[in-house]
């Protein structure tokens, strides 16, 4: 008890030497899911913290934590990122959610920043998200201009309303350029994993796809359509290395600017708890290089729906819109509202086969 | 000349002295690989061993930790230590580890809102069955067929990852959260959570039964028939059929035990600190049992060591990533150097060095 009590102190006491001066960098902290080397979503998390580095030099210090398992193990990463005098995190991953809102309760000083979450039960929590659907319809529009055999393959991950919108966002715009289109999709239960993530590649390559799309953060199908002579999509990351041939553009998250912009805020004391769901807009969401295998005709079609998504004069999900069982859901020009969209739990007309549950 | 001796019997020195000799190693080659990173090593050294203990800043939060981190190690650990000493190779701890949290989960979700004193224990029981169940399938195909419960078990761990992921998005899914993944929490309903005994030790009901199954099994060991039969079993599997011990039942004792405690850890991390059923629950602590498990020398006391050493370089490890800049594989293959050294060293402990002295030819 006593040697708490001294220890507790002695912690105070440490805190107050390192309450921050003038001087003193801000320290900002990161904790991923995957390693920093799955040419992905975390790797795609850490070139946003390298940004942050670069922009800010000694005013800031960053560090990461990668690999952190979603629940007891993210809580204590964040406690003790916290008690070390972190001053703002980012936790970038999902299933951080309930640890970022326990953690947040305990440390009413520190900013919590939780990536595609939906929870904000303290004052010290905000949200943020990309709005992934946009690359998926320019995607779908190329790929279905690209395809020889009308065959679009589509490695999904989970059956969760991201995903979900994801499929239905390209394959919205692939039927729009090309009636002909149908969609192969493979159900892969996993976020990350080369050799079924391959798997599934060879498979939808047999039935008949010559245009790949994934929702899963391996390179592995990219390489596989680079080595068969096929077509694809970079995820998360611009995966042209893996692809020269094969990847037509890649959807790429640029989380950079969003952490230069709250780390800003946090330096000059303005930071405050907030929702954000941002796309190309605000280029959170950049399309990789169109290749130069894609048609001008194609080029400056997909060019022109990216301008004018990024003007805002165009929403992917804009009427009339089907559900699958032919029930309308959005009539002409109606455009949808994010709360249908961040639970979308349903395939639009046209797609073939139910969503696994 | 210089040849090695299988000695008669393991020498009690080396058996007791290779982990200490393998951690200083492990010390030495770590700090090595540290240099090689562009990373002082003796500060990384401290901030994975000495800082979780010690720092001022979070020593008092880490310490509690360690507990939180060790217990389902050592709960795990101990069981595999009765079917490895009778040589019976128990690899899927980590399957039977998401049963038993699947299954407990599940008996609590099916009671939410419901608050009951009886919830709690009901998903105990259920969290052993679940574990108990999945070692079953490699056990009986064992007894029956003759199959082996290494590659079986092992495999059951991935089909085991699956289910997990299903019911994360499928029948367990939180109904509140509009189609995200994951159950509940479990941990923010009362009569399903299992917190901090006192707040802020650590010690939950996984240690408590951590504590148990360790004297358990200590005790069946010392003076149990059933603890005879798995030493003789393993040191000489033919005199133990001799013997009348079955190796069919053993399998299935033996198998039995190490899943239902597995299947105990994976419930009470999921009512406690994990909280929900998540897509990605396993987390490795099943694997990472075995290593706790031999690194304890297959005994309850070592075990209760090697576990705590585990959950501090896991802990320390953490810390000195974001401290000091180490990528987790690093820590990964500093873990990993741990093994090794400890498997190497066992060499001293059943073979000696013999100077022989040879005429000229």
Redesign the interface.
């Known amino acids: 008890m006593q040697s708490t009590k001294r220890m507790l102190a002695g912690a105070a006491l440490a805190l107050a030497l390192a309450a921050p001066a003038a001087a003193e960098p801000v320290k900002v902290g990161y904790i991923y899911v995957g390693p920093i080397g799955d040419y992905g979503y975390s790797h795609e998390h850490n070139v946003g913290r390298l940004a942050v580095d670069a922009h800010f030099g000694d005013k800031v210090e960053t560090s990461y934590v990668e690999s952190v398992p979603e629940g007891a193990d993210a809580e204590r990463v964040m406690t003790q990122m916290a008690l070390a005098g972190t001053d703002i995190i980012f936790a970038t991953s999902f299933g951080y959610m309930d640890p970022v809102n326990n953690v947040a309760a305990r440390f009413p000083d520190v900013r919590f920043e939780h990536a595609t979450g939906y929870k904000r039960e303290h004052p010290n929590v905000a949200l943020y998200n990309a709005r992934f659907y946009e690359g998926r319809a320019v995607i779908g529009h190329i790929a279905a201009r690209m395809t020889k055999t009308n065959v679009i393959g589509y490695i999904a991950s989970y059956p969760i309303p991201e995903v979900i919108m994801g499929i239905n966002a390209a394959y919205l715009h692939a039927r729009k350029a090309n009636p002909q289109i149908q969609f192969k999709i493979v159900w892969a239960y996993t976020w990350f994993d080369p050799a079924l993530e391959a798997d599934a590649a060879n498979a939808l390559i047999e039935q008949g796809a010559d245009v790949i799309m994934q929702h899963t953060d391996s390179t592995a199908p990219m390489a596989i359509a680079e080595q068969k002579g096929f077509y694809a999509f970079g995820q998360a990351s611009d995966m042209i290395a893996f692809g020269p041939n094969a990847q037509l553009t890649a959807i790429i998250d640029n989380w950079g600017p969003y952490y230069i912009d709250r780390v800003q805020k946090v330096i000059d004391g303005t930071w405050e708890s907030q929702d954000v769901w941002l796309g190309m807009k605000e280029d959170m969401v950049v399309m990789a290089p169109l290749s130069e295998r894609i048609p001008a005709d194609v080029r400056a079609e997909a060019e022109a729906m990216m301008a004018a998504i990024k003007a805002g004069t165009y929403h992917p999900f804009t009427g009339p819109i089907n559900r699958q069982d032919g029930t309308p859901w959005l009539a002409a020009g109606e455009v949808a509202d994010d709360k249908t969209l961040l639970g979308m739990n349903f395939y639009v007309e046209g797609i073939e086969g139910a969503i696994p549950n | 000349m210089i040849r090695l001796e299988r000695r008669p019997a393991p020498s009690r020195f080396w058996t007791a002295a290779t982990p200490l000799l393998a951690v200083a190693l492990t010390m030495v080659a770590g700090g090595v690989m540290f240099a090689i990173l562009g990373k002082d090593p003796v500060a990384a050294i401290r901030t994975i061993f000495w800082d979780p203990l010690f720092h001022?800043?979070?020593?008092?939060?880490?310490r509690p930790?360690l507990l939180?981190?060790a217990g389902p190690l050592i709960l795990i650990a101990t069981g595999l230590a009765l079917g490895f000493r009778a040589g019976i190779w128990n690899i899927g701890a980590e399957g039977q580890y998401i049963a038993g949290a699947i299954a407990g989960a599940a008996v609590g979700l099916a009671f939410y809102p419901l608050e009951g004193w009886f919830v709690f224990p009901l998903m105990v029981v259920a969290g052993a069955f679940g574990g108990w169940a999945w070692a079953m399938i490699p056990a009986l195909l064992k007894a029956r067929f003759g199959t082996s419960e290494i590659l079986v078990s092992l495999m059951l761990v991935y089909v085991a990852d699956?289910i997990v992921?299903?019911m994360a998005?499928?029948a367990l899914r939180n109904p509140d959260?509009?189609?995200?993944?994951?159950s509940r929490?479990l941990?923010?309903y009362p009569a399903a959570a299992n917190p901090d005994l006192i707040a802020g030790s650590g010690l939950h009901w996984g240690g408590v039964a951590a504590l148990l199954a360790v004297a358990l099994v200590w005790l069946i060991l010392a003076r149990h028939r059933l603890g005879f039969e798995v030493r003789l079993a393993g040191l000489a599997p033919r005199a133990a059929r001799f013997a009348g011990i079955s190796p069919g039942r053993l399998t299935i004792v033996c198998l039995g035990l190490s899943g239902a405690f597995a299947g105990l850890a994976g419930l009470f991390?999921v009512a406690?600190?994990?909280?929900?059923i998540?897509?990605?629950?396993g987390?490795?602590y099943g694997f990472t049992a075995i290593i706790v498990a031999f690194l304890g020398r297959l005994h309850p006391a070592g075990i209760v060591l090697a576990g705590f050493l585990m959950a501090l370089t896991y802990?320390g490890g953490?810390?000195a990533?974001?401290?000091i800049?180490l990528?987790?594989?690093a820590i990964q293959a500093f873990q990993g150097m741990l093994l090794f050294f400890l498997l190497g060293l066992d060499l001293a402990a059943n073979y000696r060095l013999r100077r022989l002295r040879r005429a000229a030819p």
Do not use: C, H, L, M
């Not at chain 2, 959260?177 to 994951?182: C, L, N, Q, R």
């Open positions: 001022p800043q979070y020593a008092a939060f880490s930790q939180v981190k699956k992921a299903a998005v499928g959260a509009t189609g995200f993944p994951g929490n941990a923010r991390e406690g600190p994990g909280g929900q998540r897509i990605d629950f987390s490795g802990i953490e810390i990533q974001f401290v800049g990528p987790a594989a």
